[in-house]
């Protein structure tokens, strides 16, 4: 498998055009998404993990090309949710994203969260948005620091948000970069969308 970092957009006149279908990653700072992006990528460090929340708000694309010929670009989204950042860097993050979702390259936005945490109001409405676009997936991250039995609660829980808030969602993914639990799933799932024949 080829893997390669393209390019960044800090703003909406800099988002780049493919020839390749695009999976995108969004979640709140911390929630293990820079992780995620590199368990999926097989790279140590492509996808830095851990920049200070509400700082660069940027767009960062990456190739994934599992056979010649064939690839997926995961868009890896600034995170939401800034207590700390200001009124420029949160205009910034609307400007960039309005944009940025409208592509219509766009198979499926990945929405993380925190398997200790539960949406809030702010995730809800975003993802119902994103939704009305292309169904969610949604991945419940960190899931190792959670018993089995919680987090198949918290599955079942978030699943029921989601149906209440009519949020248009294709799957639940529960998920930890730390032992490498479903990656192979939603790897498999984020791949379906390749010409088949490969492996
Ligand atoms: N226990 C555990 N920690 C994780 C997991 N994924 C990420 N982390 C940790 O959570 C913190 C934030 O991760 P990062 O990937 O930088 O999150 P991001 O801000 O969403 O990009 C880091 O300290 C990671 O080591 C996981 O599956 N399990
Ligand atoms: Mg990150």
């Not at 079942?156 to 192979?184: D, H, M, Q, R, W």
Request: aromatic share 10%.
């Amino acid at each position: 498998m080829n893997t390669s970092y393209i390019t960044s957009a800090q703003k909406a006149n800099q988002l780049p055009q493919f020839e390749w279908g695009e999976v995108a990653f969004i979640g709140r700072s911390n929630c293990g998404k820079s992780s995620l992006l590199n368990t999926l990528l097989e790279r140590k460090n492509l996808a830095r993990s851990s920049s200070t929340p509400g700082r660069t708000q940027m767009i960062n694309f990456f190739k994934v090309s599992p056979q010649k010929e064939q690839a997926l670009i995961f868009a890896d989204l600034p995170g939401y949710g800034f207590n700390v950042a200001s009124k420029d860097v949160r205009k910034n993050w609307d400007e960039l994203m309005g944009a940025y979702v409208e592509r219509s390259s766009i198979l499926e936005f990945i929405c993380l969260l925190d398997c200790r945490r539960s949406p809030d109001d702010f995730e809800l409405d975003y993802w119902r948005f994103l939704g009305e676009k292309v169904p969610i997936l949604l991945v419940l991250t960190k899931i190792d620091k959670v018993s089995q039995k919680e987090c198949s609660t918290k599955t079942k829980k978030v699943t029921e948000v989601l149906e209440a808030n009519g949020i248009a969602f294709k799957g639940i993914y529960p998920i930890s970069n730390l032992k490498k639990t479903g990656v192979k799933k939603l790897r498999d799932t984020l791949y379906s969308h390749l010409p088949q024949g490969e492996e």
